[in-house]
């Protein structure tokens, strides 16, 4: 056995001391460093080649649908939509003490590396397959990268040939040897990092390719043209800012990858005639062309996880109506290609609003980010409740019957947008000069409109503010304010009263359970 040695391992690494003490801690911690780089690219490239996710990806989106409310919450309010990237660097690193500690162990006995990686693996095949919508091949990835990471420990820590000793005999370290095949592992790696890479985005190149080249077709019913009208100047966004401004939300840890040859539709659950629709069958029926605003419920009061844009889409309710729904089926439950789910009363994709599943987003494909092949867009409601992203099911069933994604981890069953307006100019803590200064912004009650927005200096009166065209009460609507600034510093609020005559409440509550209230204020100092 080992007699561990004054510093050993804990010294200066490879080149530590003359007759070294054979493999050392510190040449394990390389070879576990080494052999996990070398699991993660084989699993990698062979995700790749299977058209699953890897293994780390797994991993974190098993972490994702498990995180309790309170790390979640924690999560987005440290990290904001940088969580994800925070939560696979945490990942990366947690391996990575991982591999060390094994590859320490390894330097040893090498039966350590097979049960370590044993153990590792263990826990990537029941990450990739637990999830409900995995697909068969999700453990091969895994068990892949777990055979590259020992044939690597094998390579770098065992016994030369004719050596009957333990390895870490003196004679047993071969620095020239393992320094060698470090190097060539890592090389490889790296190689098939970059081919998983390339593999990847060949694939996500031909599928967009082909869509792109069929195109969308023409809506039977166009959105309304007056929209020009509809944006105010003044510093603030367009009515419909770029696609790539559009937020985005989801739990998916990897953007779905959907080849719309083999993707479908399907619409079941309490209905006479049970659907499933391909994306020929989509694009074939009739098309309408809409302004819809989507929001996330976890927007903040004053917050921009809200965007507007022109849906091009299937009406649901023709597909309901082709389907035909059962009596008694209170609530249309939705799930994505992932595994995503949630649900909302029926009722609100017949009783006239231009609920739909959208195929096409401001003129083009709907984007992989936003959903594609197909997402639901439903006006007035919160998209945790509707917006279902990768869609491939449909479901009816009753309210009680079923639970969508985020109702068991503590939101709201039901999720009404709430009315709400935000001052985007001048932006907050910026110095304005004394004078007239217009106070901007945008203000929003999916589908009841917005009637009135009025906007208060300090502890003034309310005063109303100039509107811009509303083109539809499913959108947000512009407003904007001139101010005869004075002097001094400042707290400009507003607040906006919705179609039904309804103002917005002053009183604060958090985004959960079901949406943020209250008014956004800024304060401005005046020069
Ligand atoms: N598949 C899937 N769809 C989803 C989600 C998700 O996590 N997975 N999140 C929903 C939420 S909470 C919101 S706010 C909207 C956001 O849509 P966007 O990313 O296109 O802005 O998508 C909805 N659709
Ligand atoms: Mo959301």
């Not at 999700?138 to 065992?158: E, K, M, Y």
């Not at 959903?371 to 409601?381: D, E, Q, S, T």
Request: glycine letters at 10%.
């Amino acid at each position: 056995m080992n007699i561990p040695q004054a510093g050993d391992g804990e010294s200066r690494g490879l080149a530590a001391r003359k007759p070294g003490p054979a493999a050392s801690r510190s040449v394990g911690t390389i070879a576990g460093l080494v052999a996990l780089v070398a699991a993660l690219a084989v699993a990698s490239l062979t995700a790749a080649i299977l058209k699953v996710d890897g293994p780390v990806a797994a991993v974190g989106n098993r972490f994702i649908d498990a995180t309790p409310k309170w790390l979640k919450d924690f999560a987005i309010s440290a990290f904001g939509t940088a969580d994800k990237a925070v939560l696979i660097g945490g990942i990366l690193v947690v391996l990575g003490l991982a591999a060390a500690a094994v590859g320490r162990l390894a330097s040893r006995r090498f039966v350590f590396a097979v049960v370590g990686t044993a153990v590792l693996a263990l826990i990537g095949v029941l990450a990739a397959t637990t999830r409900s919508g995995s697909q068969g091949a999700d453990w091969i990835p895994p068990v892949a990268g777990s055979i590259a990471a020992l044939l690597a420990f094998w390579l770098l820590l065992r016994r030369p040939v004719g050596t009957t000793g333990a390895v870490e005999s003196p004679a047993a370290f071969d620095r020239r040897r393992f320094l060698t095949g470090a190097v060539v592992l890592g090389v490889a790696s790296g190689g098939m990092a970059l081919s998983s890479t390339a593999v990847r985005r060949s694939r996500i190149k031909k599928i967009t390719a082909a869509v792109k080249q069929r195109g969308l077709p023409a809506p039977t019913s166009l959105a309304t043209t007056e929209v020009a009208a509809a944006s105010i100047g003044n510093g603030v966004a367009p009515f419909v800012p770029p696609t790539a401004e559009f937020y985005r939300i989801d739990t998916a840890l990897v953007i779905p990858t959907v080849d719309v040859s083999t993707w479908k539709l399907t619409v079941n659950g309490m209905v006479d005639n049970p659907l499933t629709l391909t994306y020929d069958d989509l694009l074939a029926m009739p098309m309408i062309e809409r302004y819809v605003t989507l929001s996330c419920v976890s927007n903040e009061v004053g917050g921009n996880l809200l965007g507007n844009a022109k849906w091009l889409g299937v009406p649901l309710a023709e597909v309901l109506k082709k389907a035909g729904v059962q009596p008694g089926a209170s609530q249309l439950a939705s799930k994505s290609v992932e595994g995503w789910t949630c649900g909302f009363p029926t009722e609100l994709a017949v009783d006239g609003r231009d609920a739909m599943i959208a195929v096409g987003m401001n003129d083009e494909v709907l984007p992989r980010l936003h959903g594609f092949p197909a997402r639901l867009v439903i006006p007035g409601i919160y998209g945790y409740v509707s917006a279902t992203k990768w869609l491939n099911e449909i479901t009816l069933t009753t309210m009680d019957a079923f639970d969508g994604y985020w109702i068991p981890r503590g939101w709201s069953k039901l999720g009404p947008i709430k009315t709400q307006s935000r001052i985007d100019v001048p932006r907050r803590g910026t110095g304005v000069t004394a004078g007239k200064v217009p106070i901007a912004g945008v203000a929003w009650a999916m589908h009841r409109g917005i009637s009135k927005v009025e906007v208060r200096v300090d502890d003034g009166e309310w005063a109303e503010a100039r509107l811009a065209d509303e083109p539809t009460v499913d959108a947000w609507r512009q407003w904007v304010y001139e101010w005869d600034a004075t002097p001094g510093r400042h707290l400009l609020s507003v607040r906006a009263t919705d179609g039904d005559g309804v103002t917005q409440t002053g009183d604060i509550a958090p985004v959960d359970p079901d949406g943020a209230t209250g008014w956004h204020t800024i304060r401005v100092t005046v020069t």
